[in-house]
């Protein structure tokens, strides 16, 4: 059974937030998911997604992106589009770190 960690990277901006989940059997791979817009990294569909992706070796980043961050609730806002992108940026580098 996969074992689900809360994460947090704060030494980049914007800070990275969710949960890994390890894998019982690392394949040596990772992935990051994320929400949608009216959503989170609770979602029922992303945690069966990240439990599915472990069971099969995968690390997973479960992250909320920015603008998730910042409210908890409401769509995202066009103006902080450029913020949200080098957020799923630094969850991509925070995987890669992971599975080294």
């Given amino acids: 059974m996969p074992h689900v960690e ?8 914007p800070p990275v937030r969710g949960f890994v989940i ?19 990294s609770r979602a029922p569909m ?7 992706f472990a069971e099969g070796g995968y690390t997973v980043l479960r992250v909320d992106l920015p ?4 409210r ?8 902080d589009a450029a ?3 080098e957020g799923l940026r630094q969850a991509v580098e925070a ?5 080294r």
Avoid: C, M, W, Y
Wanted: hydrophobic fraction near 35%; proline fraction near 9%; avoid cysteine.
């Fill in 67 to 70: 603008f998730r961050q910042a």
């Fill in 46 to 52: 992303l945690v069966a997604l990240s439990e599915a």
């Fill in 95 to 99: 995987i890669r770190k992971l599975v």
């Fill in 72 to 79: 908890s609730f409401g769509p995202p806002r066009p103006g």
């Fill in 22 to 40: 390890h894998p019982e059997e690392a394949n040596g791979e990772g992935l990051v998911l994320t929400h949608g817009a009216g959503s989170n």
């Fill in 83 to 85: 913020r949200d992108r």
């Fill in 6 to 13: 809360p994460f947090e990277d704060r030494t980049v901006d």
